[in-house]
Nanobody, 126 residues
Framework: QEQLVESGGGLVQAGGSLRLSCASS????????MGWFRQAPGKEREFVAA????????RYAEFVKARFTISRDNANNTLFLQMDSLRPEDTAVYYC???????????????????WGQGTQVTVSS
């Protein structure tokens, strides 16, 4: 049974928007830092954004600042990534990730996240 399930990916033209969702079945969701990563073909998986347990603190990779917004709905165990002003270089598989249960420190490294979704493909055409 998948614990993190992403949805919302698809094909969009440059300049368009997409909203990714990640449904979590983990009971500690509301008390755990969550993040988004992405992996383009032939490249390493890279950090995109992370959010604190309450949603009051966020952190972004430089290349998505002012374009992407991470948020969470703790009542419904769901993580979001609103992506605006998309560019062809944003094309990648996007992954939802969770730190270990009850870990509240935001981190940007892949190895700091314990649980991963299967990913959702985002393709931006020029």
């Amino acid at each position: 049974q998948e614990q993190l399930v992403e949805s919302g990916g698809g094909l969009v033209q440059a300049g368009g928007s997409l909203r990714l969702s990640c449904a979590s079945s983990r009971s500690a969701f509301s008390q755990t830092v969550m993040g988004w990563f992405r992996q383009a073909p032939g490249k390493e998986r890279e950090f995109v954004a992370a959010i604190s347990t309450s949603g009051g603190f966020t952190r972004y990779a430089e290349f998505v600042k002012a374009r992407f917004t991470i948020s969470r709905d703790n009542a419904n165990n769901t993580l979001f990534l609103q992506m605006d002003s998309l560019r062809p270089e944003d094309t990648a598989v996007y992954y939802c990730a969770s730190r270990a249960d009850y870990v509240t420190v935001i981190h940007t490294t892949r190895s700091s996240y314990k649980y991963w979704g299967q990913g959702t493909q985002v393709t931006v055409s020029s």
